[in-house]
């Protein structure tokens, strides 16, 4: 793969703000304009501090569209849960009217005279056009581009408008067109096949072009208005998404997720005249996901949206080409998006301020009268489900002085675990098995790494008193799991792990690159919202691929041997290139109706194949999703049949390796890629993890904070692998967790306390809800409700499940501070 393109295109960095910015690398107090100075700690090692005021808006705000008078702002909350489109006074600050929408996703319109807002309808295939009366949002008319989700894939996403010459364009990224309308009789005048996924499109002022970014071709295609076709292509950086310009027509400005950049057009020459590097430090670490992008009023100001690196860069653009970094200001979790109106910037924040508590749910909740007598099961306002639980915020941001976005800027840098140092020598210590620098020295060759679904650390061991667990919320204690539990008191116990997925479509890419792509960060909720769209995260389509791979094309660049046991592998096969070749074929991929003790037993006969021609990979990926469960359908395996039948064949591959002639030189991972499926009375991240290894701390208890990236930084180090994204490069390697001194003690596997054979039989009503739900791949059940049939399949039907305590994670580490 070519890491880098435009070679011969100058690259203006963040650099050049650096010697300023690390002068100050500490927590900035009282910043001028800043309303929220107070420090945020998330569950992935990363902080917030936004600047501004704020407005609440909805479930994964994607797209702000400010009307020509200013006088209007609307958004589309795209998320899991309600979607809906807000609208807004950006002079008062107050929101106007939110209307529910059916299905919603980024494209957003106003019309020239303010009278209508044109809306993508996403997987319904049609544009909504609202009218704007006594600014609320009326009864929407519909354009249709095709029949509704499943019959046709369309999903329209940017959209752009020519009153005057009553035309609408739509571009979309299931089946990769461009739609031309006629608004009189709302007909099809023109679809175009654009050969890719496009994001956003742009009509030029003199409406003789549009611009198309085509988010999975890393390229904008220009379509002539006249001669009804694409006339030139001008090729960006990677994923490129938002499209701006200037008033004038003469440069574009495009964001480049993948590569943290923004391509600046000449669209007189038709070409990139630079490349603006929106991270914070100097680096081809994926990472930073610019994926939004405003103009000053005064159009020399450019301010660029970091979705992954939670801040604004601003950028000096008067003289486009020669441009030049002001700094950074702070935003909310995961910017999506930001608009200019006057003196002020707004950003949409899509996960809003903070990791945050559920009290509703997932479960029933008990309602007592006054007496505290039980009464029943209370209505619930919304459940909080972690695939909608982290609403979206408005920052709204007065345009900061040069002192303003210079104390901005330092706390930026404070509030980002990455730099330059952690990306050469990690957090780790030294003289440790877990070298701290890339290619250091360890006592440890091979590496397994298993991953099993979706459960919460006090699902399992929430019943182990040496650790922070909730009794009261274990489903699977040590009788269902006693291999789960003995290998966390014979090697490690970590009570402080957080998984940086909120699902499995994001959770696998997290699982395997330190990193999920803006496509599916984005995407994943319109599936698990059931609102169509297909599960396409784990290599079955491009455009979800970080930019440069997973970490087994990693392995294969430095020569590192691997293999994969079911992971990215389907019934057909692998379903990524790097794994032709590298994948055992008798292991079984994913499918519920098959042990995980089955699959142990393939992987035994194909590991001891391998052993005897000391062929073993040096980096193994296995499976283990048996846990994840099939609810109470009648006729499957009960849930605690089949978390003890995980729970056994864990057990098994780890007495197996222990007992071979490699044990000595072996370390065993073990995550969730998730921890959706529960509550959790810490926080809805924090899951069950393990590390197993002659080199491990026996029977120790390690309470450090830990994560899906730091996993991945430990085995990485290991193995002498570069970090894959700025956020393995920043995380802390589980180094704590080992000892220069090895125990070569093999485990002993313990036997099943239940039977593995025990399937449901009893017809209820959690057996009815399970019988319609699809079991056949990983999360197409719906969570909130399987995680509720499983609770009671193991408490009794009429059993009511204890409301879940999660923190809202404000920030540990201002309390380290004051103690």
């Given at each position: ?202 009509l030029s002022p003199d409406k003789a072009k549009l611009y198309i970014s085509l988010w999975g071709a890393d390229k904008l295609a220009v379509y002539d208005i006249k001669a009804q076709k694409i006339s030139s292509e001008i090729f960006t950086e990677s994923h490129p998404n938002e499209i701006i310009q200037n008033r004038t027509g003469k440069y574009l400005f495009v964001a480049n997720a993948n590569d943290n950049s923004v391509s600046v057009i000449d669209t007189k020459a038709g070409k990139v005249i630079e490349v603006i590097s929106t991270a914070l430090y100097p680096t081809r670490l994926t990472g930073s996901t610019t994926n939004g992008l405003a103009l000053s009023e005064d159009e020399k100001t450019l301010y660029v949206a970091n979705a992954d690196n939670n801040c604004l860069a601003v950028f000096n653009v008067s003289n486009p080409g020669k441009s030049s970094s002001k700094g950074f200001i702070p935003t909310g979790w995961y910017p999506t998006n930001v608009r200019v109106a006057g003196k002020k910037i707004f950003v949409s924040n899509g996960k809003g301020f903070t990791s945050m508590a559920n009290p509703d749910g997932p479960q029933p909740i008990k309602k007592t009268d006054d007496s505290g007598v039980h ?445």
């Amino acid at each position: 793969m070519q890491f880098f393109k435009n070679h011969s295109i100058l690259r203006v960095s963040t650099l050049l703000v650096l010697p300023l910015l690390l002068a100050t690398y500490a927590l900035a107090q009282n910043i001028p304009g800043n309303s929220k100075p107070a420090k945020v700690l998330l569950p992935n090692g990363w902080s917030l501090s936004p600047a501004g005021r704020s407005l609440p808006l909805g479930d994964l705000p994607l797209n702000i569209q400010i009307s020509a008078s200013q006088k209007l702002m609307a958004v589309t909350n795209n998320g899991q849960s309600k979607q809906s489109i807000q609208l807004i006074d950006p002079q008062s600050e107050k929101i106007l009217h939110d209307q529910p929408i059916g299905k919603a996703w980024y494209g957003l319109k106003f019309s020239a005279d303010e009278k209508k807002l044109y809306a993508s309808g996403a997987n319904d295939n049609i544009v909504l056009v609202y009218p704007i009366i006594d600014k609320k949002l009326g009864k929407a008319d519909t354009i249709i581009l095709g029949k509704a989700w499943p019959k046709e894939k369309i999903g329209p996403t940017g959209i752009e408008v020519d009153d005057a010459g009553n035309r609408l364009y739509a571009v979309t990224k299931e089946n990769n067109s461009l739609y031309v309308f006629d608004l009189r009789t709302k007909k099809v005048l023109n679809k175009v096949n654009l050969g890719s996924e496009a994001y956003d499109c742009l009509l030029s002022p003199d409406k003789a072009k549009l611009y198309i970014s085509l988010w999975g071709a890393d390229k904008l295609a220009v379509y002539d208005i006249k001669a009804q076709k694409i006339s030139s292509e001008i090729f960006t950086e990677s994923h490129p998404n938002e499209i701006i310009q200037n008033r004038t027509g003469k440069y574009l400005f495009v964001a480049n997720a993948n590569d943290n950049s923004v391509s600046v057009i000449d669209t007189k020459a038709g070409k990139v005249i630079e490349v603006i590097s929106t991270a914070l430090y100097p680096t081809r670490l994926t990472g930073s996901t610019t994926n939004g992008l405003a103009l000053s009023e005064d159009e020399k100001t450019l301010y660029v949206a970091n979705a992954d690196n939670n801040c604004l860069a601003v950028f000096n653009v008067s003289n486009p080409g020669k441009s030049s970094s002001k700094g950074f200001i702070p935003t909310g979790w995961y910017p999506t998006n930001v608009r200019v109106a006057g003196k002020k910037i707004f950003v949409s924040n899509g996960k809003g301020f903070t990791s945050m508590a559920n009290p509703d749910g997932p479960q029933p909740i008990k309602k007592t009268d006054d007496s505290g007598v039980h009464i029943g099961i209370s209505a619930q306002k919304e459940v909080q489900y972690i695939g909608g639980l982290f609403k979206g915020t408005l920052s709204v941001i007065d345009q900061p002085t040069d002192t303003q976005l210079e104390s901005f800027s330092k706390q930026v840098y404070a509030n980002t675990p990455y730099n330059k140092q952690t990306e050469a020598i990690s957090k780790g210590l030294a003289n440790n098995p877990v070298p701290n620098i890339q290619g250091g020295k360890s006592p440890i060759k091979y590496v397994f790494y298993v991953i099993k679904e979706n459960r919460t650390y006090d699902q399992v061991f929430g019943d182990i008193k040496e650790g922070n667990g909730d009794p009261s919320l274990c489903i699977f204690p040590e009788k269902v799991t006693p291999n789960h539990h003995a290998l966390a008191r014979e090697f490690v116990l970590l009570d402080n792990f957080y998984v940086d997925a909120e699902v499995s479509a994001d959770g696998h890419n997290w699982s395997m690159a330190a990193y999920a792509t803006d496509y599916t960060e984005k995407t994943w909720p319109t599936s698990y919202g059931s609102r169509g769209g297909t599960y396409d995260y784990e290599g079955s389509r491009n455009i979800a691929y970080p930019r440069d791979g997973y970490i087994w094309d990693y392995a294969k660049r430095v020569g590192i041997s691997y293999r994969s046991y079911g992971e990215f592998v389907t019934k057909d096969g692998p379903t990524t290139k790097s794994l032709i070749g590298h994948i055992a074929a008798k292991y079984p991929s994913y499918n519920l109706d098959i042990k995980d003790i089955d699959r142990i037993a393939a992987f035994k006969s194909d590991f001891d194949s391998l052993l005897a021609i000391n062929s073993v990979a040096q980096f193994n990926t296995i499976r283990l999703g048996n846990d994840h469960t099939s609810g109470q359908r009648i006729g499957k395996l009960t849930p605690t049949a089949q978390v003890a039948d995980n729970d056994l064949a864990l057990g098994l591959l780890v007495e197996h390796i222990s007992n071979s002639s490699i044990w000595n030189e072996s370390a065993i991972f073990v995550l969730e890629d998730d921890a959706q499926n529960g509550p959790d009375h810490v926080d809805a991240h924090r899951s069950p993890a393990f590390v197993i290894s002659p080199y491990t701390k026996r029977n120790s208890v390690n309470s450090s904070m830990f994560s899906t990236s730091g996993m991945l930084r430990t085995m990485e180090l290991i193995l002498g692998l570069p970090p894959m994204s700025q956020y393995d490069a920043a995380a802390v390697p589980l180094s704590d967790c080992f000892t220069t001194t090895p125990d070569f003690k093999p485990y002993k596997v313990k036997s099943a306390n239940v039977d593995l054979e025990q399937r449901n039989v009893a017809w209820n009503k959690s057996a009815k809800r399970s019988q319609e739900w699809n079991f056949a791949r990983e999360d197409a059940a719906p969570d909130l409700d399987l995680n509720e049939v499983v609770w009671k399949s193991v408490k009794g039907e009429d059993s009511i499940m204890p409301a879940p305590r999660r923190s809202a994670f404000v920030k540990l580490e201002q309390k380290k501070k004051d103690d």
